[in-house]
Nanobody, 128 residues
């Protein structure tokens, strides 16, 4: 049974940083695209970042580009989202997600519907 567990969320002041982690078990995702999505209250879930299996290719939503960095540790079946210069509008529940897709099309054209595996979410709150 595949399980994704996020950690690292919390309350931070605007301008601060948080590092989210997603630990996967039940299946190895080291060669597949994984990513992060977020959902703010009253809004639809949206793409934040994705990374290819070898870590060579990444993509970010325009709203987080230059401030967030996605990375992965395939030896630990874990991936991360480093969030810097956080803004109040970054506040949301952050979800990690995993696919069985290797093709770069999902990096350049992210779609949450291509991700069959999801974590339970971790809350990020940014105070102004």
């Amino acid at each position: 049974q595949v399980q994704l567990v996020e950690s690292g969320g919390g309350l931070v002041q605007a301008g601060g940083s948080l590092r989210l982690s997603c630990a996967a078990s039940g299946r190895t995702f080291s060669t597949y695209i994984v990513g992060w999505f977020r959902q703010a209250p009253g809004k639809e879930r949206e793409f934040a970042a994705a990374i290819s299996g070898d870590g060579a290719n990444t993509n970010y939503a325009d709203s987080v580009k230059g401030r967030f960095t996605i990375s992965r540790d395939n030896a630990k079946n874990t991936w991360f989202l480093q969030m810097n210069s956080l803004k109040p509008e970054d506040a949301a529940v952050y979800y990690c997600a995993a696919t069985y897709v290797r093709s770069s099309y999902l990096i350049t054209a992210p779609s949450m519907y291509e991700y069959p595996y999801w974590g339970q979410g971790t809350q990020v709150t940014v105070s102004s």
